[in-house]
């Protein structure tokens, strides 16, 4: 089924009396890029969610945020963060220092400052945690997946009238490309009259408007136009996983075969539906940047 890359999810589990939250976003990116946000007493959790969720998302920014919610009664460890307390009591012995103070620096001065305690379980009852974590996860990813389908199917229904607007500009430009060259004749006559009567020479002209029929031949493009179209309303319908980098390339190759026709037809009608086709294809092209 066809996927966005854009898309939001959230799961939740219980465990020992503590709630565990996962958040995963998702947004547009070439490639797969997955951000893990845990606590830091989980950070030994960090590579089995991103494995978990690379299994699910081939392509796009993910970004995961795991919160844990105590329950009461929940027994944790309180640390004291040595490093800052001492760099706190240099700091406030410095500040004495300079302002000439006679007191003392006390505990309560100290206590005022922030992010002295860390509260936080033991490393053994947060290893015992990665069942719930998994179970809220997989539900985050269960909603992820449904909602970038959701917008997926709405891309593709989307895509696929756009598409049909673009085979509609390629069969206008194949009724126009044979009457390129009659058009080029009658404008190579019409010069010619004018340059005064006598001096066409109609094997001359005929040589003329062959070798411009030549020049001027899009058939290939054309081929190839329709090929391409196909192959995108293929991937649209089919079931074989991620085709975002497969629609991409296609969409490039459609600029380079309408390109192509349009310098090579030298007209002014199919001039106007080249410039046609590339507005409706940027369109297009826009579209599938968010398709997985």
């Known amino acids: 089924m066809l996927r966005s890359m854009t898309g939001y999810g959230r799961g939740e589990a219980l465990a020992g009396g503590r709630k565990f939250t996962v958040e995963v976003r998702s947004v ?14 989980l950070l030994a959790f960090e590579d089995p969610i991103r494995r978990l ?19 009461e009664g929940n027994l944790s460890t309180v640390k004291v963060d040595k490093v800052l307390v001492l760099a706190y009591y240099k700091a406030l012995e410095e500040v004495k220092s300079i302002l000439g103070l006679p007191d003392a620096i006390k ?29 809220a996860l997989k ?5 992820l997946t449904a909602a970038r389908e959701a917008e997926g199917e709405a891309l593709g229904r989307d895509l696929l009238a756009r598409l049909a607007r673009l085979e509609q500009i390629v069969a206008a430009i194949a009724r126009r ?22 001096l066409a020479d109609p094997v001359r002209l005929a040589q003329e408007v062959a070798l411009l029929a030549e020049r001027a031949d899009i058939t290939e493009e054309l081929v190839r136009l329709r090929s391409h179209l196909a192959q995108v309303k293929d991937c649209l319908g089919g079931g074989g996983g991620p085709v975002g980098r497969r629609l991409d390339f296609l969409a490039q190759e459609m600029f380079r075969e309408i390109n192509t026709a349009g310098a ?3 007209d002014e009608i199919i001039a106007g539906l080249v410039v046609d086709f590339k507005t409706e294809l940027e369109k297009v092209r826009e579209q599938m940047q968010n398709i997985e």
Do not use: M
């Not at 990116?29 to 830091?40: G, K, T």
């Not at 998302?57 to 844990?68: I, K, N, S």
């Open 177 to 198: 490309a044979p009457e390129v060259p009659v058009a080029y004749r009658r404008r190579l006559a019409d010069r010619v009259a004018e340059l005064g009567e006598g």
């Open 264 to 266: 090579k037809a030298q």
């Open 107 to 135: 505990l309560e001065h100290l206590l005022s400052l922030p992010h002295l305690f860390a509260t936080e379980p033991s490393s053994e009852e947060a290893a015992t945690w990665w069942p719930a974590v998994e179970e």
């Open 28 to 41: 547009n990116h070439r490639f797969c890029e997955i951000n893990v946000r845990v606590p830091r007493f």
């Open 139 to 143: 539900a985050a990813l269960a909603v």
């Open 53 to 71: 969720v690379a299994a699910h998302v081939a392509r796009g920014r993910v970004d995961v945020y795991l919160t844990v919610e105590e329950g």
